[in-house]
């Protein structure tokens, strides 16, 4: 595949997410809170605006896009498939990176969802005002 501006992007967006989930794990600390949890949601609105989380999107930084690209680059796939025929359990690296990409898939869905439910709701909200009772002087 040609390294287009989007590759690019997609590309640079994947190397930032792997290095703050691998700073986080290196330095044992949760990924939901900050500084780790408003960077990765910079990274997030980046990846939005780039228009790489729409539907067949190529790149694909949707959740699974993501999913893949970080399974990928961190071995899991392979990992989980030589545990499951060795019938052994994963390595606690492969472990710890399964659980830390959970982690951020989770935030990474929740964010998606609620950034495609924004307008929705921020519409309603102004439709909805609420109803301030006059006050008889």
């Given at each position: 595949?040609?390294?287009?501006?989007?590759?690019?992007?997609?590309?640079?967006?994947?190397?930032?997410?792997?290095?703050?989930?691998?700073?986080?794990?290196?330095?044992?600390?949760?990924?939901?809170?900050?500084?780790?949890?408003?960077?990765?949601?910079?990274l997030?609105?980046?990846?939005?605006?780039?228009?790489?989380?729409?539907?067949?999107?190529?790149?694909?930084?949707s959740?699974?896009?993501?999913?893949?690209?970080?399974?990928?680059h961190?071995?899991?796939a392979?990992?989980?498939?030589?545990s499951?025929?060795?019938?052994?359990k994963?390595?606690?690296e492969h472990?710890s990176?399964?659980?830390?990409?959970w982690?951020?898939?989770?935030?990474?869905?929740?964010?998606?969802?609620?950034?495609?439910?924004?307008?929705?709701?921020?519409?309603?909200?102004?439709?909805l005002e609420?109803?301030?009772?006059?006050?008889?002087?």
């Open positions: 595949m040609p390294h287009t501006p989007s590759q690019a992007l997609a590309d640079d967006l994947i190397r930032r997410l792997d290095d703050l989930i691998c700073d986080a794990e290196r330095k044992t600390k949760p990924l939901e809170v900050d500084p780790y949890r408003s960077q990765l949601f910079e997030f609105v980046l990846a939005d605006a780039s228009g790489l989380m729409a539907d067949g999107s190529e790149p694909d930084l959740p699974d896009g993501v999913s893949r690209a970080l399974a990928q961190w071995g899991l392979a990992a989980a498939t030589s499951h025929q060795s019938q052994s994963l390595s606690p472990l990176k399964m659980r830390l990409l982690s951020f898939l989770r935030m990474w869905m929740e964010w998606q969802y609620a950034w495609s439910r924004w307008a929705e709701f921020r519409g309603a909200g102004q439709q609420p109803a301030v009772p006059e006050i008889a002087h």
